[in-house]
């Protein structure tokens, strides 16, 4: 990690922090004066419990669960849709013939697709991933085909008069062109991913942070249900605005992420 990353993840840092610690003291003082205590346990009792839980606990296994389901489905997701979205934004054919299966696919709610899948394939970890990923995979798709799409034919003429092959075009131009959206969808598709593993995890899982959040519901384990609503969030953050600074990162000349 270079020292430009570190300075720029230490200015961002307290950004992304305020905002909990805000909240926290917030919930702590209305706790019990206008917050029904049963329904929002103060943070002074849900830390402690949230330590414990992770110590001793089941937590960790459960947050590994989320992290290696919200993983695999992005970088399927994502390796598919970076793909697509070159070769359709560079061909015009390749366009032609991707382009309406995404815009038909792309609006329907992907967790509408779940007891299809369970029906075709069975109640299994692979379509439990592979409904994260293709929603993924749309995003990604249709943001890096419009990245590809911007890329200004002044900087493609000057690679090809320079004698660029195939090759050399996407590796100079077109990829360094499209990798600002490229980095923008996949902090969106990290923050879709999560909202279908939180649903997915609810519906159909006996694992990970979602069925613990439903199940605690259900139990009434207030506060357990808040320890694991407030992991689901910090790993959301760590992922969303993650991706968002790696990006920022690679692509100095644009330099404007915010968050």
């Known amino acids: 990690m270079t020292r430009l990353t570190v300075t720029r993840i230490a200015r961002q840092l307290p950004a992304l922090v305020g905002p909990f610690v805000v909240l926290a003291l917030a919930w702590e003082l209305a706790a019990g004066v206008v917050l029904d205590p049963r329904f929002f346990p103060p943070p002074s009792e849900t830390l402690p419990l949230a330590i ?9 296994a459960h947050a590994a669960a989320s992290v290696r389901r919200i993983v695999l489905a992005t970088a399927i997701g994502a390796s598919a849709g970076i793909a697509v979205g070159i070769v359709a934004g560079w061909s015009h054919r390749a366009r032609l013939l991707v382009n309406p299966h995404l ?6 709610p992907k967790i509408a697709l779940l007891p299809v899948m369970f029906a075709l394939f069975g109640l ?21 085909m419009g990245g590809v799409r911007s890329i200004e034919d002044v900087h493609v003429e000057a690679a090809l008069d ?4 195939t090759l050399e075009l996407y590796r100079e131009v077109i990829l360094p062109g499209a990798r600002p959206q490229i980095f923008s969808s996949l902090s969106m598709g990290f923050s879709v991913g999560f909202a279908l593993l939180v649903v997915i995890e609810m519906l159909a ?12 519901w259900e139990l009434f384990t207030i506060p357990r249900m808040y320890v694991a609503v407030f992991s689901i969030n910090v790993l959301g953050v760590i992922f969303v605005h993650g991706t968002e600074i790696v990006g920022d990162v690679l692509t100095p000349w644009e330099g404007t992420y915010q968050p």
């Open 52 to 60: 414990e839980l992770y110590l001793h606990g089941e937590f960790t």
């Open 103 to 108: 815009a038909v696919l792309y609006p329907l």
């Open 124 to 144: 299994t970890e692979t379509v439990r991933i592979l409904t994260m990923a293709l929603a993924v995979f749309l995003l990604v798709a249709i943001n890096t």
């Open 162 to 165: 320079n004698g660029a092959g």
């Open 205 to 216: 899982a006996e694992s990970g942070l979602g069925y613990v959040i439903w199940n605690s």
